[in-house]
Each structure stands twice: as structure tokens, then as C-alpha cells.
């Protein structure tokens, strides 16, 4: 059971992984013409800078996950690279707790901002007039899987504080 959660987990990073870089080249070939269209033929796209914003916001929300899976976020270790194998662990169980109650309350919040922008036909004031339902819904789905990501760090943590234990002698003195 626990393979098959994990291979079910790993395919719907992929699909997430995939998305969104699918999601970088249209903003590459997206952004190159409408500075073309802007700089050459002076006709800029009423559409670009919209897309593209929102679009960026799902590159960092849904990439969050993936990038914390294989434990690509930005951090200094040299301090806790020291520490003995245990308290590395129990630091790492405390962070992937931490975070798991950082994207749940992100989640929360995400859910209450896109139900409230479902609720009253939020539109942004362009002349897209994009729903604001849609970047709004990207907050509780990055911050959802993130969350389950941190949680699978927990465990894996857990696993190690419990498995060390019994292997590292204590100093009493």
C-alpha cells in the first residue's frame, strides 16, 4: 500500500513537473512575441502580461513541491551538518512538521480567498477579465501538495530518529 501511495505521489509530481514546464516555454514563446509585436510592429497583446503573471505565480506555488522533494530549496547546513545523526533527524522532523502546518493554514486560507472570489464573480480589471477563481485556486493546490510532500519528509525523519536511536551512544559527561 504504501509503494503504491508513493508511486501514485511521484506520478502526480510528474504530471505537476511536466505542467509546468509546459507552463515556462508558452511564457518564453508568450513573452518573446509580445515584444516582438510591442518593439517591432508597435501592436502590443492586451493578453501577455496577464497570462504570464498568473502563470508565474503557478511556477513557484506548484514547483514548491517538486523542488522540496528532492530537497532543492536554498538553506545553510553547515551548523546542523555537524550535529550527530539524531538531532539531524529530529530537526528535520520539526521542519516537515512546521511546514506541514504552514501549507495546511495556507491551504485554509487559499480555499476561504478562491471560494470568496468563486462566490462573487471576482474578475480582474482588465480586458481579459480573467476569473479570479483560477490564480486564486492555485494557492491551495501548490500549498496541498507541498504539504503532503513536508509530511512525507516527516515521516522519513521520524523514521531516522527512531532508527538512530538505538545505534548512537549518549555522552553523560
Known amino acids: 500500500m504504501t509503494t503504491m501511495a508513493m508511486r501514485s ?8 513537473r511536466w505542467t509546468s514546464m509546459a507552463v515556462l516555454v508558452f511564457m518564453m ?4 512575441y509580445d515584444a516582438t509585436m510591442r518593439y517591432v510592429f508597435a501592436a ?6 496577464e497570462i504570464n503573471s498568473f502563470l508565474l505565480v503557478y511556477l513557484a506555488v506548484i514547483g514548491a513541491a517538486e523542488a522540496q522533494r528532492h530537497d ?6 553547515f551548523f ?15 521542519t516537515g512538521l512546521l511546514g506541514t502546518l504552514f501549507c495546511i493554514i495556507l491551504v485554509w486560507r487559499g480555499g476561504i480567498m ?3 472570489a468563486f462566490e462573487y464573480s471576482e474578475r480582474v480589471s482588465s480586458s481579459l477579465g480573467t476569473p ?6 492555485l494557492l491551495p493546490i501548490g500549498f496541498a501538495a507541498l504539504g503532503v510532500q513536508f509530511l512525507i519528509d516527516a515521516a522519513r525523519a521520524a523514521k531516522r530518529f527512531r532508527h538512530n536511536h538505538h545505534k ?3 555522552s553523560h559527561g
Open 114 to 116: 478562491t471560494m470568496q
Open 132 to 137: 479570479m477563481v483560477y490564480p486564486y485556486a
Open 80 to 94: 546542523k551538518d555537524k550535529l550527530p545523526t539524531r538531532i539531524r533527524a529530529f530537526i528535520d522532523l520539526t
Open 29 to 32: 514563446v508568450s513573452i518573446c
Open 44 to 49: 502590443p497583446t492586451s493578453w501577455s502580461l
Open 9 to 16: 505521489w511521484d506520478g502526480l509530481l510528474a504530471v505537476l
Open 72 to 77: 532543492a530549496h536554498i538553506r545553510i547546513t
Open 168 to 170: 548512537e551512544p549518549t
